[in-house]
């Protein structure tokens, strides 16, 4: 209801969980891209439970507490080290003492049908994050077709680098909506909108030229396979090949 009622073309922004919560919205007509901030991009049938399942060596453990009344809480004393550890002690405390409980069904709620598959997206990696892994954001972000900005920041990266953050945003929403005018990136064609894309990522007239093959083709190439339920998000590795870094995914905990 809430992107019936607006007018033109819609940029849907999620941070964390909220990011399942655009993959499914976005595929509202109205919608013309969509912005993930340190978020989960689930594809079809997958959810937040099955993407964090069986985590990588070392990775960290976010401190969730056991639910109460059907609700996620995190620990008040770990909050500020695993979510907000670069904002000020004061912004740390209070956002601990202010959250907004998290129902334990959410985890299991899966995606239908990714809007990422269609339309264009944005991703902003955390690189300080300590709730999602950032090889697990890498992972995410590459396997959806994002645009990619990476920065030094927690998982509450939107409070201590708003500027960096709303420029990302708005990025996307001069592409989505300004370009094309009133119906946006929804109205091009696959090719045009990856010429837009390869554009915002800095890329010459020359350099985009000499990336697109002649013939048109799909926005998003199709997915890699998929981790299986429980065994969690790919890990990637890097390779020299004939002297250039490779990287390679290994899935979940397969390696014994």
């Known amino acids: 209801m809430a992107i019936d009622v607006l007018d033109g073309p819609v940029v849907l922004v999620g941070h964390s969980y909220d990011g399942v ?10 919608v013309a891209a ?10 079809k049938g997958e959810s937040v439970s099955s993407l964090i399942a069986d985590p990588a060596p070392g990775a960290p453990v976010p401190p969730i507490l056991p639910p109460k009344d059907g609700f996620l809480f995190l620990d008040r004393e770990k909050f500020a080290d695993s979510f907000a ?5 004061e912004l740390a405390e209070f956002m601990a003492d202010s959250q907004v409980p998290w129902g334990v069904d959410a985890l299991n709620g899966a995606v ?10 944005w991703y902003l990696v955390a690189t300080h994050d300590r709730m999602i892994p950032p090889p697990a954001q890498r992972a995410m972000s590459e396997r959806a077709g994002s645009q990619v900005v990476e920065m030094p920041g927690s998982h509450a990266v939107y409070a201590s680098r708003p500027d960096e953050v709303a420029a990302l945003i708005k990025r996307a929403a001069g592409l989505s909506v300004g370009p094309a005018g009133a119906t946006g990136l929804a109205s091009l064609t696959p090719q045009q ?12 007239s020359k350099q985009i030229g000499e990336r697109l093959p002649l013939p048109a083709h799909r926005l998003h190439p199709p997915a890699p396979a998929l981790p299986q339920a429980g065994r969690g998000l790919p890990r990637r590795t890097a390779r020299r090949v004939g002297g250039r870094r490779r990287l390679t995914t290994a899935v979940g905990r397969s390696r014994r």
């Open 34 to 43: 969509l912005v993930y901030i340190a978020a989960f991009v689930p594809d």
């Open 193 to 204: 909108r990856e010429i837009a894309m390869l554009a915002a990522a800095g890329l010459t």
């Open 21 to 30: 919560v655009i993959s499914e919205a976005g595929n509202h007509p109205k």
């Open 112 to 121: 239908a049908e990714p809007a990422w598959r269609v339309k264009p997206s």
């Open 85 to 89: 550890a670069d904002v000020p002690v």
